[in-house]
């Protein structure tokens, strides 16, 4: 990567608009090869991912590059000054939200080319269009491009929900496009409330305004901060207006819902931007305005997907559930305004690399239990010896068996059934949050900042929410392990006589990577958790954003010296 650093630093700060160009111009791309050249256009869609993993990757390098928790880089794409022109901004934490899903896309495509991509048209250009609604809302600086590009994200998203047809997808799309056609509005009327009582809709130099603003405004400017926040906790999944995502995410195809299981994070990511930079500790009577709510709705969501997941018995639904309890333990832990609990919480962002494992292999276990049983007996004619008890069918002392006294020792295990055992495993404690993957590494580190606020060794009075939270995290965890080992004795020990699974290779892969990558992040677990807790201390003092952001000036026009020596 060292050899890379120099030209990463000449593409910068034009590598900040790079992650958008390059979905955009896959999507026209492919748009123009119609709809008879399919293979073709997996192709490319391939490649346009796995071009996009290698543009995060190279972010997240400048950014650490950098050094510091304030590595900030920003681009004018219109060379227009703050705040009048489009702004587009890549610190620590749009760097990796930025990787985090160029990663879970490139999974999902991978897995979606084994057949999901021939059940509708336009499957390609609509997953690329997804992506760059994602990128653009996680490089945005100004409110009304957040807009923008959450609108290109879900109107993709409306595509990618109905395709493959069918009743139940139908049925949970229409739920879907109602909530964020309402989400949308409130978007708007919150953004235009800000914009009343601020004048701006650049996120930095608003939050220059906000402590100058007048104590007759400063109600409307909670009640337009509060509007917009719902419209963001809609896609984030907050109690109690996540009621649409269960039975979406179970029916949207697998690669699909694997991908939706970033924009859950978005909604949170969009929630943590807005609210640490308007009010933060320093912003006078407004510091940490609805902090308590967040804290309180955290709980609730948290709880809320625990029991869902304990409640239902389809595995799809159980997934989704864990997607909200994920949701909803980020929620309460940036509710808490302190940049330790924040890291932690960043760190558990790496159960959505699970969720989005477990979205894929619920599909091949589910498929697997569509096989149809073999007979256990050739022919009912063949006379029955059963009564006649042989001494070939005598227990053998000391050995293992099964219900038909097969010797389970020396058995060979299914190459397919180990694999999706193994990775049931470790979704399972990855999602519940038990050691020794990431999600427990996460929960650590919460709750150290929780019930040690002023640091370890010193006295301090631990809050009530605090202990909530802790409660809540470690029943949280009981139930969903309770839930999916539930799970894993129906799928995998009970069922008996069934055909070994086929799976493919295409389809196995990406499900194998992001575990891997999950065992990457409790494996780098301490360089990972210097990279959070330095976004995390760059996000609850964002002087240094906010300055460089304002400070920033177009790029001069190129000069030539025409008739008369005026410059052009």
């Known amino acids: 990567m060292s050899l890379a650093a120099p030209l990463i630093e000449r593409l910068m700060p034009h590598l900040i608009v790079l992650p958008i160009l390059l979905p955009m111009a896959t999507a026209a791309l492919m748009l123009m090869l119609g709809d008879t050249r399919r293979p073709l256009k997996a192709l490319i869609n391939v490649l346009s991912c796995l071009t996009g993993v290698g543009l995060s990757i190279a972010l997240v390098y400048w950014v650490l590059?950098?050094?510091g928790p304030?590595?900030?880089g920003v681009y004018l794409p219109s060379n227009w000054p703050v705040p009048y022109g489009i702004v587009l901004v890549v610190d620590r934490l749009s760097a990796m939200m930025l990787l985090l899903t160029s990663v879970i896309a490139l999974a999902s495509v991978l897995y979606a080319i084994a057949r999901w991509d021939k059940a509708g048209v336009h499957f390609h250009p609509l997953f690329q269009l997804q992506l760059m609604g994602l990128a653009g809302a996680f490089l945005t600086a100004d409110l009304f491009n957040l807009f923008v590009f959450f609108e290109i994200m879900l109107t993709a998203s409306y595509g990618l929900l109905l395709h493959g047809s069918g009743w139940a997808r139908v049925h949970s799309g229409l739920h879907y496009v109602a909530m964020n056609l309402m989400a949308s509005t409130l978007f708007l009327i919150g953004v235009a409330i800000l914009y009343g009582v601020t004048g701006t809709l650049n996120m930095a130099d608003m939050a220059i305004m906000v402590p100058t603003i007048p104590q007759d405004d400063r109600g409307l400017l909670h009640a337009g901060a509060a509007v917009l926040a719902v419209a963001f906790l809609v896609k984030a999944?907050?109690?109690?207006?996540?009621f649409w995502l269960p039975s979406t995410y179970a029916s949207a195809s697998a690669p699909v819902a694997a991908l939706f299981a970033i924009m859950t994070k978005l909604g949170a990511?969009?929630?943590?931007r807005v609210w640490t930079l308007l009010f933060p500790q320093d912003a006078g009577v407004s510091a940490l305005f609805g902090g308590p709510v967040l804290i309180g709705l955290g709980l609730a969501t948290l709880a809320f997907g625990a029991i869902g997941v304990l409640a239902?018995?389809?595995l799809g639904r159980m997934v989704a559930f864990c997607a909200i309890l994920s949701s909803g333990t980020l929620l309460a832990a940036l509710g808490f305004g302190q940049p330790a609990v924040t890291g932690g919480a960043l760190y558990t962002l790496g159960s959505t690399l699970a969720?989005?494992?477990?979205f894929l292999l619920a599909e091949l276990i589910e498929r697997a239990r569509e096989v149809e049983e073999q007979p256990l007996y050739v022919s009912d004619t063949e006379p029955d010896d059963a009564f006649a008890y042989p001494v070939d069918l005598m227990p053998t002392r000391d050995v293992n068996l099964d219900d038909d006294e097969q010797a389970l020792i020396g058995r060979a295990i299914p190459a397919a059934m180990a694999f999706m055992g193994l990775a049931f495993i470790v979704c399972g404690l990855t999602i519940a949050g038990l050691p020794p993957f990431a999600g427990f590494v996460g929960k650590v580190v919460m709750l150290s900042a929780l019930l040690n606020p002023a640091g370890f060794g010193q006295d301090a009075q631990v809050s009530l929410a605090a202990w909530a939270l802790l409660a809540l995290l470690v029943a949280g965890g009981l139930l969903t392990t309770i839930a999916l080992s539930r799970a894993g004795v129906r799928y995998f020990w009970a069922p008996a006589g069934r055909p070994v699974p086929r799976l493919r290779f295409i389809e196995t892969l990406p499900i194998g990577v992001l575990l891997l990558?999950?065992?990457?992040l409790v494996w780098q677990a301490d360089a990972v958790l210097r990279y959070v807790n330095a976004t995390a201390?760059?996000?609850h003092d964002p002087k240094e954003y906010i300055g460089t952001v304002v400070s920033t000036r177009p790029v001069p026009s190129p000069t030539a010296t025409g008739e008369g020596g005026l410059r052009r």
């Open 70 to 72: 304030q590595a900030v």
């Open 517 to 520: 990558l999950v065992g990457v």
């Open 537 to 539: 201390r760059g996000l």
């Open 65 to 67: 590059r950098m050094g």
């Open 312 to 314: 239902t018995q389809h």
């Open 237 to 242: 999944a907050a109690w109690p207006l996540d």
């Open 269 to 272: 990511y969009a929630v943590l």
């Open 355 to 358: 969720i989005s494992a477990f």
